[in-house]
């Protein structure tokens, strides 16, 4: 009794998630649709269209508005309060995953963005390393440990995240080479293109990338396929990703060819 409920479940879990790719796809091609209009094409109830429409928002998948659902823009990012809880448990895990390939006294750089902040929290008991990081939520994590050196960068610090961007933050970067840098990302193409959307925090990641010995990249399977308008690099670039599920076929292979290790968190 107890398999067959397994497979029943597997069975539902696998129909709800292709119901949501279906949902995505016909809401970037036709912009604006009505939560009546999606029930009746996938032949279930508003309800169920509801919580689907949520779900898909607070993923970063599409754009939740009264009566429907739109596409989310390239120009726009989720808030950063809603970013903190999206997928938290997959960040934990892909942040553990870093943190067991970081040896101690070790060098690194640690960029912005919600998932550096569960890696830093990772590092918490690691020895002797000395962080340079443009975050300031990472370096008052990070500080809680005598035994971490915590550097930050100069900069703009925006209200919304702690994050701290402008030239002063390159410049100091620049002073630097370490062994690991650490970075996330709002977006990769299924062709390994890397995406953000504030171009000040893109010159930052880059330059974090230009120093790093080694650079990992740390992200959730939500940003897989996911558009955002600035070019940060391409994923050849990276040494190894940290994730959370397999990302698409056709990303696998561009790292494949251009020999980036891929570690995929249970």
């Known amino acids: 009794m107890s398999g067959k409920n397994d497979t029943d479940s597997r069975v539902k879990h696998a129909s709800v998630r292709t119901r949501h790719t279906q949902i995505v796809n016909l809401v970037r091609e036709q912009g604006f649709v009505a939560i009546g209009t999606l029930a009746a094409q996938f032949n279930v109830t508003p309800q169920t269209i509801r919580r689907d429409i949520n779900i898909l928002s607070k993923q970063g998948r599409l754009q939740r508005h009264h009566g429907g659902a739109g596409p989310v823009y390239s120009t726009e990012n989720v808030d950063y309060t809603d970013r ?100 996330g990302i709002s977006g990769v193409d299924r062709d390994g293109t890397l995406l953000d959307f504030d171009y000040r925090e893109v010159t930052a990641a880059r330059s974090i990338m230009d120093n790093s010995r080694k650079i990992f990249l740390v992200t959730d399977h939500t940003k897989f396929g996911r558009n955002a308008m600035v070019r940060l690099g391409n994923i050849q670039e990276v040494d190894a990703m940290f994730t959370d599920k397999m990302p698409p076929a056709e990303l696998v292979e561009v790292m494949k060819q251009n020999e980036v290790e891929l570690h995929v968190g249970d």
């Open 84 to 183: 903190k809880v999206l997928c938290l448990q997959e960040k934990q895990i892909i942040a553990k995953l870093v943190a067991k390939r970081i040896p101690n006294r070790s060098s690194l750089f640690i960029n912005m963005g919600t998932t550096n902040e569960e890696v830093a929290k990772a590092l918490i008991h690691h020895k002797k390393l000395r962080v340079i990081t443009n975050n300031l939520n990472v370096a008052k994590t990070l500080s809680g440990n005598s035994d971490i050196e915590v550097i930050v960068t100069g900069g703009l610090v925006r209200p919304k995240d702690c994050g701290i961007v402008g030239e002063a933050a390159i410049d100091f970067i620049r002073q630097f080479k370490v062994d690991y840098g650490i970075i």
